[in-house]
């Protein structure tokens, strides 16, 4: 039982849900199109998407704890540490996660290369898209996340939105299509609000440590009106995506999905939140990123029965 409760804190596995969804996205868009569904490609894809997304959280802990990041979200009073700690409190040493997390990265590359024998060289591009994107999001030179222009939050988008939806699609039908990448614009940017809602918990500790998010580069009162403006562009998206038939009419239901970040959005104030206001945000970002996604996912399933 302990070894399990280490490995929840050292993979953050609660997270996985914001990865499993896009792919059971894409897998029923492609068995809306073709009617046949493959077990066995399903689940390689599955497992190589959920090891891809451990090893992004393995990567992001390790080199922010490199680069200072997670130490000062430790050592500032105020702000609230959202990593997995696990080096922080020295639970583990930094040469065996590093060894974890390539572990990981071998697991997501073999069900890639497996898939790639299968289906064709596309799934291996964006299996290495996404390998670069989740390496460079905190490791350097790139530091994606660091530079405070948007590259950190446009990586998360096309990492948990774009690739695992038309990588899914793909796996199943052999074949790209505007539909699947219309589909994976809503969920991906609610998942890149998950992220970027994080940085308001530890806003002080990233600028210490020279981690420009956009969240310290705008400031939390300029930060707060962009996460509500891209959350709305989330819903934006899924509009679109009923407008050009990827998703049928009665999938704006999954608008509703909007209720748990509009709840918490309504107990903030234009500026000057404590930090610890910020902690619901981030569970909201969450909830509405895997709500959306399987009530589309619902949508897509009723089309298909009803058709």
Excluded at 13 to 32: E, K, Q, R
Excluded at 195 to 216: E, I, M, P, Q, S
Aim: hydrophobic fraction near 55%; glycine fraction near 8%; charged fraction near 15%.
């Amino acid at each position: 039982m302990k070894k399990w409760e280490f490995f929840k804190q050292l993979t953050r596995i609660f997270s996985i849900t914001v990865m499993i969804v896009p792919v059971i996205l894409g897998t029923v868009a492609a068995y809306a199109v073709t009617r046949e569904f493959h077990w066995f490609l399903f689940l390689v894809t599955l497992v190589g998407a959920v090891s891809a997304h451990i090893f992004s959280n393995l990567i992001n802990d390790l080199w922010d704890y490199r680069n200072g990041a997670d130490t000062k979200a430790v050592e500032l009073e105020g702000d609230i540490a959202t990593h997995s700690a696990i080096l922080t409190s020295g639970k583990i040493t930094e040469k065996r996660l590093a060894s974890i997390t390539w572990a990981f990265l071998l697991l997501a590359a073999v069900c890639g290369l497996v898939l790639t024998m299968i289906c064709g060289w596309p799934i291996l591009a964006l299996a290495v898209v996404g390998a670069l994107l989740a390496y460079f999001y905190v490791a350097p030179p790139l530091k994606l996340g660091y530079r405070g222009k948007g590259y950190g939050e446009m990586a998360i988008f096309i990492s948990f939105g774009v690739l695992p939806v038309l990588g899914a699609y793909y796996v199943q039908t052999g074949e790209f299509s505007l539909t699947p990448l219309l589909l994976s614009f809503p969920i991906g940017m609610l998942t890149t609000m998950l992220l970027y809602n994080h940085h308001f918990l530890h806003r002080n500790a990233d600028a210490a440590a020279g981690k420009d998010t956009l969240v310290v580069v705008w400031g939390e009162e300029k930060g707060l009106r962009a996460s509500k403006m891209m959350t709305s562009l989330a819903y934006v998206f899924l509009i679109i995506a009923v407008a050009f038939d990827a998703l049928p009419v009665y999938g704006l239901i999954a608008i509703i999905s909007i209720i748990p970040l509009y709840k918490v959005y309504k107990t903030l104030s234009d500026k000057e939140n404590p930090t610890e206001a910020y902690l619901p945000l981030f569970g909201a970002s969450q909830q509405s990123s895997v709500l959306c996604g399987l009530m589309m996912v619902i949508a897509l399933f009723i089309q298909i029965w009803t058709t």
